[in-house]
């Protein structure tokens, strides 16, 4: 890792360093815990996911070495159903566009389990072109909504598709206290007629 590799608690991770500059750097100006670390810890080779389905959020974990997947490296917000399964699975499948089971199509989709219907995915689209979301699906987030997926605004199933490598351990549970280290994110609502997702760095 490199000197920058940092735990949010101003720790380092295995084979880095860190200063206080460094350390304080990880907070915002409010000095509250940065609610995305991602860019300053660097691409990690592997990471684990936390759904929180009683409220809707989702937490990416760094490993910091033997002490395992401890490092929170950022939260998302999410749609869960009430079928979403609740468990450790890992991840043996990912499609670029996959078409659902109510005519449908979503982007950046990831097989939460083997042999299950269930994905981490976009909002779902009308066709396979970008312009046609359904945009109750967007502003619905953060809400349960979805037939068992985890719905994610495209940017974070992008991101999830891009950084989780097949066989990345998903944790599905339920917690009514605490959604994440992080504050819960929010959805900053669209109008109707906005067929497009604003997080789609495709658009």
């Known amino acids: 890792m490199s000197r920058g590799s940092l735990r949010p608690d101003g ?13 304080d ?4 100006e409010n000095g509250q815990l940065r609610q995305d670390v991602d860019s300053l810890i ?9 759904v929180n ?7 990416v974990y760094a490993k910091d070495g033997d002490n395992g997947f401890i490092i929170p490296v950022k939260a998302m917000l999410t749609s869960v159903g009430d079928d979403t399964p609740l468990g450790t699975f890992q991840t043996p499948e990912k499609y670029r566009w996959r ?12 097989r939460i389990k083997a042999g299950a219907g269930f994905l981490f ?11 046609t979301m359904i945009t109750a699906g967007y502003n619905g987030l953060g809400v349960v909504r979805s037939a068992g997926c985890i719905r994610l605004t495209c940017e974070n199933a992008k991101w999830i598709y891009d950084n989780c ?39």
């Open 11 to 23: 720790g380092s991770l295995p084979g880095g360093r860190v200063g206080e500059k460094e350390g």
């Open 25 to 28: 750097a990880q907070k915002a």
């Open 42 to 50: 660097g691409k990690q080779d592997e990471y684990q996911i936390r």
């Open 53 to 59: 389905k009683q409220l809707n959020c989702l937490t």
């Open 99 to 110: 078409f659902m089971v109510n005519d449908t199509y979503t982007q950046y989709a990831t």
């Open 121 to 131: 995915h976009s909002i779902t689209y009308e066709t396979t072109d970008p312009n």
């Open 165 to 203: 490598k097949l066989g990345t351990t998903v944790v599905i549970y339920e917690d009514p206290n605490t959604p994440s280290p992080f504050m819960k994110p929010y959805v900053v609502l669209i109008p109707d007629e906005q067929t497009y997702d604003p997080t789609d760095p495709n658009i």
